[in-house]
């Protein structure tokens, strides 16, 4: 039973164009967040929600932007995608901002 | 501004040995430290969760240890086996105010080969 899951995997468009990952968790956590892990496999926070409210933007371009319809899932559309937009993108959530994250599986995007 | 550093970045070991992988961080008021292993192409699964007031942590064959005072955690391995390879990440809070215990800061990782 996964606990925190994304969908898709793998993500491969042109670019310009807009596309959507979805996440879900089923743990009862509060709080989920988006990272972003680079060609250099360095993690970065992207997003923190809590109760469906948005937490923390990490000065990401307005071109990403989260939607909590409640509280188990985050979803992250991106407009307009870029070349440097390629990277893996990971779901996360906790019970509490300071608790145990838990990661979703990551969605590979790939613009080209 | 929390930074966190991981030595070694790689290490190759024979199966069998037990070893030690380092994490230190530069704002010492943090609520927790987390351990994660990251397999080639997937995502992260947590390991070990130590809390501020904890000085260590065991699941298994692994033990991680926290010394807050000095922003250093070590990740010991004992008895290694080839299923271990992976690159294994720490992270911890990037602050303890305002939304900064909202964001995790990670290091770069230790990229591990326990070779058979």
């Known amino acids: 039973d996964t606990a925190v899951s994304q969908t898709p995997k793998y993500l491969v468009t042109q670019m310009g164009n807009d596309k959507s990952i979805k996440c879900e968790q089923n743990?009862?956590?509060?709080?989920m967040y988006w990272y972003k892990q680079d060609s250099k496999k360095f993690l970065k926070i992207m997003f923190s929600y809590n109760n469906k409210e948005l937490i923390i933007n990490e000065t990401v371009p307005n071109r990403f932007s989260p939607k909590s319809p409640d509280k188990a899932h985050l979803n992250l559309h991106i407009n307009s995608l870029e070349l440097g937009d390629s990277a893996v993108y990971f779901c996360?959530?906790?019970?509490?901002?300071?608790?145990?994250?838990?990661f979703g599986a990551g969605t590979r995007l790939s613009v080209l | 501004k929390q930074e966190v550093t991981q030595i070694p970045a790689a290490l190759s070991v024979p199966e069998g040995e037990n070893l030690v992988l380092n994490c230190s961080f530069t704002d010492s008021a943090i609520y927790n430290l987390q351990w994660f292993r990251q397999d080639p192409g997937k995502g992260l699964t947590s390991l070990l969760l130590?809390?501020?007031?904890?000085r260590e942590q065991t699941s298994g064959r692994l033990n991680a240890s926290l010394d807050k005072s000095s922003g250093r955690s070590t990740l010991y391995i004992a008895a290694s086996q080839p299923g271990d390879s992976a690159t294994y990440l720490c992270a911890v809070p990037a602050g303890n105010s305002g939304g900064s215990n909202y964001k995790l800061t990670f290091g770069k990782g230790t990229l591990l080969t326990v070779n058979p």
């Open positions: 130590i809390q501020s007031s904890q």
């Open positions: 996360a959530s906790s019970q509490v901002p300071t608790g145990a994250k838990n």
């Open positions: 743990l009862g956590h509060d709080t």
